[in-house]
């Protein structure tokens, strides 16, 4: 069995990025839900992300491996908005105007290059063989559907329900979005599927 396709080795190689991104969410949870408004967690936050950054040069063990390094990005982006536009709703944006830009690419990789530059690399990842092209295309829904349910989430939801779902709810609907988009992607039929 090889380490890719040995799960426990996975959660060996996976498990303190992992980690870190919950930390992370956590920590915009909880400054979020102490402050009268986003920016500061937001700015919080990034600091938390840019800490772990330098840790990483300090530490073994791969602290940014995964999505850790993506969602430091996502920090970042957010703490810029925070900062340019001083409003809530632009920090509630992030998720939004990320997973649409994320969706923008997926698809302009599976429709322009049959998934030869994103898809290719996300293959690396995965343990069993999947379509680039069907992949990208994939995570192009995916970007999109969560792109749409935060702006949903965000517009008509209040800012206590927000942080919930930009801290949890989220996660629980890119998981069960991503479990599709692997059996979209796989080359071999899944038994019972049409």
């Not at 426990?8 to 996976?14: E, G, I, S, V, Y």
């Amino acid at each position: 069995m090889t380490e890719q396709s040995d799960p426990t080795l996975q959660w060996q190689r996976n498990k303190h990025s992992l980690l870190v991104d919950i930390g992370l969410a956590a920590v915009f949870f909880v400054a979020g839900s102490l402050s009268d408004d986003l920016a500061l967690p937001a700015l919080i936050t990034a600091g938390a992300g840019l800490g772990v950054v330098v840790a990483q040069r300090f530490v073994k063990v791969d602290l940014l491996g995964g999505l850790a390094l993506f969602g430091v990005l996502t920090l970042l982006v957010s703490a810029g908005l925070a900062l340019a536009f001083q409003d809530d709703w632009a920090v509630k944006m992030r998720s939004t105007l990320l997973g649409g830009f994320i969706a923008l690419l997926m698809a302009g990789d599976a429709f322009f290059n049959n998934g030869g530059y994103f898809g290719a690399r996300l293959l690396r990842y995965m343990p069993e063989p999947l379509d680039a092209r069907r992949l990208t295309l994939g995570m192009a829904i995916l970007g999109l559907v969560s792109a749409l349910a935060n702006w949903a989430v965000a517009s008509w939801l209040s800012k206590a329900m927000w942080l919930y779902y930009t801290s949890f709810g989220d996660l629980v609907l890119s998981i069960l979005l991503m479990v599709w988009v692997l059996r979209y992607a796989r080359l071999e039929p899944v038994p019972g599927d049409p």
